[in-house]
Structures are given as C-alpha cells and as structure tokens.
C-alpha cells in the first residue's frame, strides 16, 4: 500500500520541551521506528513534515543578528528547514533499518517546491504568525519596509505572512521515480518552499503552506492508497476537552464536514488537518487515518486513530 505519512510538529518536536536539536533527534528516532515497521510490513512510505517552531527559530536568529549578518528570506528558511529536518529524518530512518536487518531500503529527502497561484485571496490577508515577537517601536520600521503586523494582547507584535493553497508540488514526478526504487522519500517538509511563477519563471515568495493541504495534494498527485496526518492526539473528538467530549473512531467526509462547519475543529489546530483529509478523500476514494506519531502502525491495522471515509 502507498502511504503518505504527514508527521505533524509533535512528531518532531513536542509541547514542554525545549525542542532542539537533542530532543529533535530523539523524537526523530521514535518516529523512525514507526516508518521502519510500516516498510517491513510492504507498505511504500512518503513522509512529509511540519516545520513551525524550526522556522521560528531561524528567524530568531536572523532578527538577532540583524546588525551583523544578511537577513534570511522565508522561502530560504523553509529550504533550510527542509535540508535539516530531512537529514535527521533519513538518518535514523536508515539506522532503524539496519535495526531490523533491512538492507535493501534507504531514505532520502527531496527539497520541494509548491507552486502557488498568485491570484489567491491569502495575499490579500496575511493571517499566518511568524518569528519573534516585537515591541511597537521595534516592528514599526519593518512595517514602514512592507510588513504587515498585528499585536497579540500582552505579548507583542508578530509579522504576519499569507499562506495560500498549493496548487502544485513541483517535484512530483521526481517523487514518483523515487519511489519506484522502494526506498523511503521525505518531500514537502512545511509544506514545501512556497514559489510562483511568472513569465515561465520560478520566484521564492514570503508566505507559508499549510503542511496537510500540501501532503494532500501530494497524495492525490501520486495516486497514494492512505493517508495519515499524525497530531498531538490519538483520535479526533468532539466538543474537545468540553463537556461532553466524544473520541472518534470512525468519520465519513459528510459526517466530517457536518462537525467542521458547526465549527467543532479549529482552524489554528485540528481544522486545516480535517479540510485537507475531505479533499483527498473525497477526490480519490481512500482513507484518512488522524492519530498519534507513535500509533501509526496500530492505525494501518485498524487498532488506533480516527479513520475518514468515503460517503
């Protein structure tokens, strides 16, 4: 079965932890195990990933640096993400590999582009909070050089960048040839580095890609089987950490956009993970499996998760 494992943040890095490169590392490797097992059990993976807090962070440092060294485009920061956040990955991917006596399997990343159209009603909105925050009289010359910023009550002012909706992954074929090899592919880390064309050429723009809207598109694009979104919990409620919370085992994409609407899934959380499994189910037949990074392989079996279905 062709899998596309989209590994949310908690995968790779979690809530209450300092969330560098150690801890990174480990949770990398817990990950890995899953992906390992899901291999030797004949499954084809394609992992993609989130990038949030590794963003953030570079541009933390390009802000702190700002008198002494050139500042790091967004389009540079998600390549850079990519690069890194995929090396961990593949890393002790191949070791859990070698774990497990697997010899003929590797993992490899792909840098990806998402291709964006330049009509999209994002730009109009920025609504995507990024980097550090500002004091006002820190932000305002930033805001004088084309920022748009707002201010989050009591903790300061944020850039605020659009993100738009991929309308394709560039290296998709590329992502085909690759899996044909059997080996394990690791694409569209943050959604893949957002590009638009003009005039029959490429250009990096600032903005951001939703992760699961990109890995859904991916996985229309490549005919994938499954599709599993991992977060920070084993199954989808409702009326979540409410009275009356109710786990899911099981959604069809009308019983799925029924709760959407009635506004039971955030559109900073569970929401964009709950559109993005609509879109692929609904255009491709197969299931969505929502659950924990560590109970990926249970999910396959049918013993973990929220399944969304067809009807």
Not at 5 to 27: M, T
Not at 192 to 205: F, R, S, T
Not at 298 to 303: D, N
């Amino acid at each position: 079965m062709r899998i596309v494992l989209a590994l949310g943040g908690n995968a790779i890095s979690r809530e209450g932890e300092k969330g560098d490169i150690p801890d990174q590392v480990r949770n990398s490797r817990n990950t890995a195990a899953q992906i390992a097992d899901l291999v030797q059990a004949g499954h084809e993976l394609i992992v993609t990933h989130g990038n949030g807090p590794q963003v953030g962070n570079i541009l933390r440092r390009s802000e702190a640096a700002r008198d002494f060294l050139y500042p790091i485009p967004l389009d540079i920061c998600g390549a850079h993400t990519q690069g890194g956040m995929g090396y961990v990955l593949q890393r002790e991917i191949i070791n859990a590999f070698r774990n497990r006596g697997i010899t003929d399997r590797r993992a490899f990343t792909i840098v990806t582009q998402a291709l964006v159209d330049a009509g999209d009603p994002a730009f109009e909105n920025p609504t995507k909070p990024i980097g550090p925050f500002f004091t006002r009289e820190k932000i305002a010359p930033m805001i004088e050089q084309g920022w748009v910023a707002k201010e989050d009550a009591g903790r300061g002012w944020r850039r605020m960048v659009p993100s738009p909706r991929p309308i394709a992954i560039l290296e998709d074929a590329e992502i085909l040839m690759a899996l044909g090899s059997g080996h394990v592919i690791i694409c569209c880390g943050g959604g893949g580095v957002p590009v638009m064309e003009k005039d029959g050429v490429l250009h990096g723009i600032e903005a951001v890609i939703d992760k699961d809207f990109a890995s859904s598109l991916l996985a229309r694009e490549i005919d994938a089987d499954l599709m599993i979104i991992t977060t920070g919990t084993e199954k989808v409620a409702v009326r979540f950490k409410q009275l009356g919370q109710r786990w899911l085992d099981r959604m069809t994409v009308s019983e799925a956009r029924r709760h959407h609407e009635a506004g039971e899934f955030p559109p900073g959380s569970m929401g964009p993970k709950i559109s993005a499994a609509i879109e692929f189910t609904e255009a491709t037949g197969n299931d969505v499996i929502i659950t924990l990074p560590e109970k990926t392989m249970e999910a396959v079996s049918g013993k973990a998760g929220t399944r969304i279905v067809a009807g």
